[in-house]
C-alpha cells in the first residue's frame, strides 16, 4: 500500500522559509512523478510544483523563483523549500504522487496523496 507522510510545516513571518518533506513508501518511488499541492480555507487545491523521474520540474507562477522542488531517491523522500514565504502561502501543503500526466499541477491526474502539513505565514 502507497503511504505519503509531510513533515516540516510550521509558522513563519513573511520573509522566512520553510522546508516540507514527504517520506514515501509501498511503491516504486522513482520512476512516479510527485507534486506539492496547498489548499487554503474555502479555496480550491492548487498544484504548487511537481517533479518527473528524471528530475524535470514545473513550478505555478505564483511561486517560481522562490519554492523549489527536489527528490532524494535513495531516502524514498519529496521536498519542497520555500523561501521568501508570503501571507498567501498559508495553507495546508499536501505531497502528491503517481501522477499519469507528466510533471502535472493537476489535482486529478495524481493518484495517492498525504494528509498534509500546514504552513502559515504571518506578515
Known amino acids: 500500500q502507497v503511504m505519503l507522510v509531510e513533515s516540516g510545516g510550521g509558522s513563519v513571518q513573511a520573509g522566512g522559509s520553510l522546508r516540507l518533506s514527504c517520506s514515501a513508501s509501498g511503491w516504486t518511488y522513482n520512476r512516479r512523478d510527485m507534486g506539492w499541492f496547498r489548499q487554503a480555507p474555502g479555496q480550491e487545491r492548487e498544484g504548487v510544483a511537481a517533479i518527473d523521474s528524471g528530475g524535470s520540474t514545473s513550478y505555478a507562477d505564483s511561486v517560481k523563483g522562490r519554492f523549489t522542488i527536489s527528490k532524494d531517491n535513495a531516502r524514498n523522500t519529496l521536498y519542497l523549500q520555500m523561501d521568501s514565504l508570503k501571507p498567501e502561502d498559508t495553507a495546508m501543503y499536501y505531497c502528491?504522487?503517481?501522477?499519469?500526466?507528466?510533471?502535472?499541477?493537476?489535482?486529478?491526474?495524481?493518484?495517492?496523496w498525504g494528509q498534509g502539513t500546514q504552513v502559515t505565514v504571518s506578515s
Open positions: 502528491a504522487a503517481d501522477a499519469f500526466a507528466p510533471r502535472s499541477l493537476i489535482r486529478y491526474h495524481y493518484n495517492y
